[in-house]
């Protein structure tokens, strides 16, 4: 359990890498008036700091087998995942608003939004695979299956 909980940090750790670089190449940290980005700069990089710090929470309690490091793994984990899904649903409604034709500045700020060339198949591969990591590292850390 505690490997398949690895395997499935390191898949979503790709994910996001692969998200927050699309997002900067876009000028996701630009004030550009045309490509302001709806997500907040904080939000993005405080998201990704967490994650990394709960990775490498899971790795050392990997190699020193402390319990206690799993568990801090564990609780930063509802941390990331509040912020994630808070960017998430700024994300949809910046992509919803580029697909539905409603006010036209709105359609147009959206449809150059550093986020809506966030790859739709990666922002789902990622979040569903930041579930599967909170579930196996749950598991992991109760010992389940151990």
Partial sequence: MDIAALIAWIVTAA???DLIATWLAAGGVRRRHEAVSRLPVPA??????????GLLLWIAYLIT?????AWLAF????????????????????F???RHHEASEDVERASTSPES????????????????TVVLVLLAALQVGS
């Fill in 65 to 69: 087998d402390d319990r206690a490091l």
């Fill in 44 to 53: 993005v990089f405080g998201h990704a700091s967490l994650a990394v710090i």
């Fill in 96 to 98: 919803r608003a580029g």
């Fill in 15 to 17: 994910g996001g890498i």
């Fill in 117 to 132: 060339r966030l790859p739709v198949p990666v922002v789902f591969l990622h979040g569903a695979a930041a579930v599967t």
């Fill in 75 to 94: 609780i930063v984990l509802p941390i990331i995942a509040s912020v994630g899904a808070f960017m998430f649903v700024l994300w949809r409604r910046a």
